[in-house]
Nanobody, 125 residues
Framework: QVQLVESGGGSVQAGGSLRLSCAVS????????TGWFRQAPGKEREGVAA???????NYADSVKGRFTISKDNDKNILYLQMNSLKPEDSAMYYC???????????????????WGQGTQVTVSS
């Protein structure tokens, strides 16, 4: 069965960096759309970045230029390198996946049917 496990979260000061990892098992990630989402208290879950099954990469405007999504296909690990972190980046970060392409729905949580447990990121000013 499909399983996704996030790690790498923590507490950092503004301007710092973190790299999140999502270990995937039960499927070949290159054949799925896989991405990162985040959810802050009182807010809806929002798409951060995703790698589609056709190789397309998308970023939310709020993180473009600061975050980089990548995959190690041999180890089935999805990464999110986060640089120049801001307090507004604080959230629980989740990796999610769905079969085949997610296309224009890459940022929509409802389009993803497999989820990890989340890893907390806290950025202090």
């Amino acid at each position: 069965q499909v399983q996704l496990v996030e790690s790498g979260g923590g507490s950092v000061q503004a301007g710092g960096s973190l790299r999140l990892s999502c270990a995937v098992s039960g499927y070949t990630s290159s054949r799925y759309c896989t991405g990162w989402f985040r959810q802050a208290p009182g807010k809806e879950r929002e798409g951060v970045a995703a790698v589609d099954s056709n190789g397309d990469i998308n970023y939310a405007d709020s993180v473009k230029g600061r975050f980089t999504i990548s995959k190690d296909n041999d180890k089935n690990i999805l990464y999110l390198q986060m640089n120049s972190l801001k307090p507004e980046d604080s959230a629980m970060y989740y990796c999610g996946s769905t079969r085949y392409r997610c296309g224009i729905s890459w940022y929509e949580p409802r389009a993803f049917n497999y989820w990890g447990q989340g890893t907390q990121v806290t950025v202090s000013s």
